[in-house]
């Protein structure tokens, strides 16, 4: 049974992280997505509240046999070795990503060799697509179908438009 972890901010869940996690499970038998909850990024929805949206677009997708959510608050590489797994699953968009997932793939392997990323490199219509920029558009009342997984679009707009 191949398992990886899909590690991130997730907040929210966009419809290009969704289209890693999709693509993820053609290699993969069994994938744990996991927001952070240390992130230095000053997030838009708590820690719960990111599993809870996660875990509605895992049903939406019917993906709930392979997939499942949990988080964790220490080194990623930690949560990893305690449930026995290798691999970490990474989107690479173009411009903005390489050096980054970089130094974080090797930070991650330095600490346990063990460790291997594996990247999807991001699916062309989503290529641009980040959570700022989607807070941007929500605010300012542009189109998001199709960027957000649409069982969490209306949590999404409302969240932004109260400040
Ligand atoms: P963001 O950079 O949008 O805040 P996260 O920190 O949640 O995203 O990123 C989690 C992982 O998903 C990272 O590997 C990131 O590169 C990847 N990712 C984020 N947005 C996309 C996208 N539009 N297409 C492919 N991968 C993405």
Redesign the pocket.
């Known amino acids: 049974m191949k398992k990886a972890v899909?590690?991130?901010?997730?907040?929210p869940?966009?419809?290009?992280?969704l289209?890693?996690l999709r693509r993820s499970l053609n290699i993969f038998d069994e994938v744990i997505v996991l927001?952070?909850s240390n992130?230095t990024?000053k997030s838009l929805f708590t820690t719960q509240q990111r599993i809870d949206q996660i875990r509605r677009i895992i049903a939406a997708e019917h993906l709930e046999d392979r997939v499942s959510v949990d988080t964790f608050d220490g080194l990623l590489v930690d949560y990893c070795i305690g449930k026995g797994i290798w691999t970490i699953?990474?989107?690479?968009?173009p411009f903005?990503?390489f050096e980054y997932?970089f130094e974080l793939a090797s930070a991650n392997r330095g600490i346990d060799s063990r460790i291997e990323t594996v990247?999807?490199?991001?699916?062309l219509q989503?290529?641009?697509?980040?959570?700022?920029i989607l807070k941007d558009l929500a605010r300012l009342d542009g189109d998001i179908t199709g960027k957000i997984p649409e069982c969490i679009k209306d949590e999404f707009i409302a969240r932004v438009k109260k400040g």
Do not use: Q, W
């Open positions: 899909y590690p991130g901010s997730f907040d869940m966009t419809c290009g992280h289209d890693i927001p952070a992130s990024k699953i990474r989107g690479l968009r903005s990503d997932e990247f999807l490199i991001t699916n989503y290529s641009y697509l980040r959570s700022s």
